[in-house]
């Protein structure tokens, strides 16, 4: 182990105490729409991720937007997963949700947050999610 892989995995150890919360990843499932009943037969959603994170808001003021005639505010939050949470057989993309099951902060506990973007890089201590409450 060289120096930077010392303080990688002692920044990797300080990033996970700090993952108070805990999360759902998935993808939901895109449904089938029956046009004799006019009706959507939702699917199972994909499972990509469940156990602990972080989650911080980017700002403390969201971006009212319209969408579909309907007043929406945007609030932009990092969701960080530990760097040794096993890497999903699909990996999360924009369109998918992250749900706040449990966290010492009640308020945060069943916000959901939609996927914007997602972070790569080999030196981060933690894997990091770009997501949105859309309410």
């Not at 004799?36 to 939702?42: F, I, L």
């Not at 602990?52 to 403390?60: G, H, Q």
């Not at 990996?91 to 369109?95: A, H, N, V």
């Not at 947050?113 to 973007?117: A, D, I, K, Q, R």
């Given at each position: 182990m060289n120096e930077?892989?010392?303080i990688l995995a002692a920044g990797r150890a300080a990033a996970?105490?700090?993952m108070r919360e805990t999360v759902a990843?998935?993808?939901p499932g895109s449904g089938d729409f029956d046009w004799?009943?006019?009706?959507?037969?939702?699917a199972p959603a994909t499972t990509l991720y469940s156990g602990?994170?972080?989650?911080?808001?980017?700002?403390?003021e969201g971006r009212e937007v319209d969408a579909g005639e309907q007043p929406l505010t945007l609030t932009r939050f990092t969701v960080s997963l530990p760097w040794t949470a096993p890497v999903p057989s699909v990996?999360?993309?924009?369109?998918d949700v992250v749900?706040?099951?449990?966290?010492?902060?009640?308020?945060?506990v069943g916000l959901r947050?939609?996927?914007?973007?997602v972070q790569y890089s080999s030196t981060a201590t933690a894997w990091r999610i770009s997501a949105e409450d859309r309410s």
């Open positions: 930077l892989d010392g996970a105490e700090l990843l998935y993808r004799s009943t006019g009706t959507t037969t939702p602990p994170a972080r989650v911080k808001p980017l700002t403390a990996q999360p993309r924009p369109g749900d706040i099951l449990a966290s010492p902060d009640a308020r945060m947050l939609w996927v914007t973007g």
